[in-house]
């Protein structure tokens, strides 16, 4: 089984709707982020979190909320959908342990706002 | 702005032929990742340099941080199919923040 999951892997919405991604692990890792990765743009973080109750905005979080339900849970929502939040979504996860923050990846979401 | 760039954004050779990726970058980082992204999945870390000169083998793909740790190069010898992806640095910019290059897309043809 995939260390981290993410839900749906498709998306096809329209603009002003309201959608929320989600985003389990099993690496038992406390740190989870969110990142958005276009073409040419490489991966942009929109929000990270060091645990359930230790919640931050990322370089790009306008537009964007998030929600850390438990450990191996945080949700991405896009309160209004616009077409220019098309892109891949990825939930990544890291130990704090760790010395290099290696971050382990979830499949992604690819995500369409007509 | 993006702290690293990558070249080639794009690289297409025949299999067994060698290739190099470069990421370059005005700052200086604690340490690099590289990552793997094959289409429809996440990115997959390769390896972490760490010091500065650092050379790491991984099988067919040799790593190095430049002296100044500004830089990385990626070297793949005899290119196989099974590494065409895209490749993706990142320069660890504290203990939860990493800083990505926009990737070299690899395409090796059987």
């Known amino acids: 089984d995939a260390d981290v999951t993410q839900t749906p892997r498709n998306r096809i919405t329209k603009t002003g709707k309201r959608i929320m991604l989600e985003c389990s692990q099993t690496?038992?890792?406390?740190?989870m982020y969110w990142y958005r990765q276009d073409p040419g743009l490489g991966l942009q973080l929109i929000y990270y979190?060091?645990?359930?109750?230790?919640?931050n905005k990322g370089e790009i979080s306008d537009g964007y909320s998030v929600s850390r339900q438990a450990q191996a849970k945080f949700s991405l929502s896009l309160e209004s959908a616009i077409p220019n939040q098309t892109a891949l979504y990825f939930c990544?996860?890291?130990?704090?342990?760790?010395?290099?923050?290696?971050?382990?990846f979830g499949p992604g979401t690819r995500l369409t706002v007509l | 702005t993006q702290l690293l760039e990558q070249s080639p954004q794009f690289l297409s050779i025949q299999e067994g032929e060698n290739l190099t990726v470069y990421c370059n970058s005005s700052?200086?980082?604690?340490?690099l990742q590289w990552y793997r992204q094959e289409p429809g999945e996440g990115p997959v870390l390769l390896v972490t340099?760490?010091?500065?000169?650092e050379v790491k083998k991984l099988k067919r793909l040799t790593f190095q941080f430049g002296d100044a740790r500004k830089d990385s190069s990626l070297h793949i010898t005899a290119a196989q199919t099974g590494d065409t992806g895209l490749y993706l640095c990142?320069?660890?910019?504290?203990?939860?923040?990493?800083?990505f290059g926009a990737g070299t897309t690899v395409t090796v043809r059987a």
């Open positions: 990544a996860t890291s130990d704090a342990a760790g010395d290099y923050n290696e971050q382990f």
């Open positions: 990142a320069g660890v910019i504290n203990d939860y923040k990493l800083s």
């Open positions: 340099v760490v010091t500065g000169g």
């Open positions: 690496k038992g890792h406390d740190r």
């Open positions: 979190s060091f645990d359930v109750k230790d919640i």
């Open positions: 700052s200086v980082f604690s340490s």
